[in-house]
């Protein structure tokens, strides 16, 4: 298993954690893994709910909190820290303008196509924080999208690419008719965008990683999805079941006790498909429940807080802090393979094992 460079940024381990919202990732599961050598990765999204009077001022507290999430993971850690925002959020700017500041190593960009830079951020300020910029798309055709802008209006292109597939957890870039599309798996996709991306590549003389996320959960499935060409994978639901994870125990053992079969789609109030574990709450809302909402600020741009039968920012955060009867966990599709909790250097390590156990199979 060898490391990959994006851009300067040599990465021994070719894994990336996944940006797990709300507040399931931050600087504890991220910091962990940036010592065992992948990239850590900080959940922006409604991090500023860990600050105790975010109702009152819902954007400075995401600020602050982002803040001393980054500076912790890297109190932490000598190694790759991430962040991950996305983009459909309404302080989206503020939140990239802090990464930058903060001298982040890389900001993953999802939940839109990133074309322009947030008005107070230019690339000489990103350039001299040495953070590399890696949308996340979930088709080659947009990965081209924003690759053909990038280089037509700035010369340059983004450093890496993230391509989720259907069995993502989580909101999902995909219809509810696609998600068991076999033209749409994760294997396809990054055959795809692998052809794609080489363009670029010939373009501007550079080598432009594609990294694999969405329903890679083994060492082997790993192995697999990097010989159609990934120079990386994206896990999520794998880092979960640790102790380092910044999730409650209650919320983790969620997926121990969870079967393959408790993994279902639910329509998000965001208008997308998620992924979820099913509970009684998640039962409730499908059978049409819905729970009275006190909207202290419009956290995401396309949410009509006046019409959705629940926040699901609430219902995220309420079930991270073990409130599982206000909440639910996203999941990827593998996330109740899980078994028990152990600590990030031996999921590492066994990650690692499988893969060799493919490997040398082959």
């Known amino acids: 298993m060898n490391g990959f460079n994006i851009g300067d940024l040599h990465v021994d381990l070719p894994i990336i954690q996944g940006g797990m919202g709300v507040c399931i990732s931050l600087s504890g599961l991220a910091s962990a893994v940036a010592n065992q050598g992948g990239i850590g990765v900080i959940s922006a999204v409604g991090i500023g709910m860990t600050e105790p009077n975010y109702r009152k001022n819902f954007r400075q507290s995401n600020k602050i909190a982002l803040q001393k999430q980054i500076r912790r993971a890297k109190s932490l850690s000598t190694g790759i820290i991430g962040v991950n925002i996305m983009m459909a959020v309404s302080d989206f700017d503020d939140l990239f303008e802090i990464a930058v500041q903060e001298k982040i190593d890389l900001i993953i960009l999802g939940a839109g196509l990133f074309l322009k830079l947030p008005e107070n951020v230019t690339f000489d300020m990103i350039d001299q924080a040495g953070t590399k910029i890696v949308p996340k798309v979930s088709s080659a055709k947009a990965a081209r999208l924003i690759f053909d802008y990038w280089l037509s209006h700035y010369g340059r292109t983004p450093d890496a690419v993230v391509v989720e597939g259907p069995l993502a957890g989580g909101h999902l870039g995909f219809k509810a008719s696609e998600l068991t ?145 206000q909440g639910f966990a996203f999941s990827g599709a593998k996330g109740p393979l899980a078994t028990k909790i152990i600590s990030v250097e031996e999921t590492i390590n066994a990650i690692k094992s499988e893969y060799e156990l493919a490997e040398n199979s082959k």
């Open 181 to 325: 599309n076999p033209n749409f798996s994760i294997e396809k996709l990054i055959i795809d965008t692998v052809a794609e991306i080489s363009k670029f590549e010939q373009l501007t003389g550079k080598e432009i990683p594609v990294i694999a996320g969405g329903g890679i959960y083994t060492g082997a499935e790993m192995y697999n999805i990097m010989q159609l060409g990934a120079k990386a994978v994206k896990m999520g639901s794998r880092f979960v079941t640790t102790h380092e994870c910044d999730a409650s125990i209650d919320f983790k053992n969620m997926y121990i006790n969870a079967t393959e079969n408790d993994t279902l789609i639910i329509q998000s109030p965001v208008g997308l498909p998620g992924r979820v574990i099913r509970s009684a709450f998640v039962d409730e809302i499908m059978a049409g429940s819905t729970k009275p909402i006190t909207c202290p600020w419009k956290c995401l741009k396309t949410c009509d807080f006046k019409k959705v039968p629940y926040c699901i920012a609430e219902a995220l955060f309420n079930a991270a802090q073990g409130n599982l009867d």
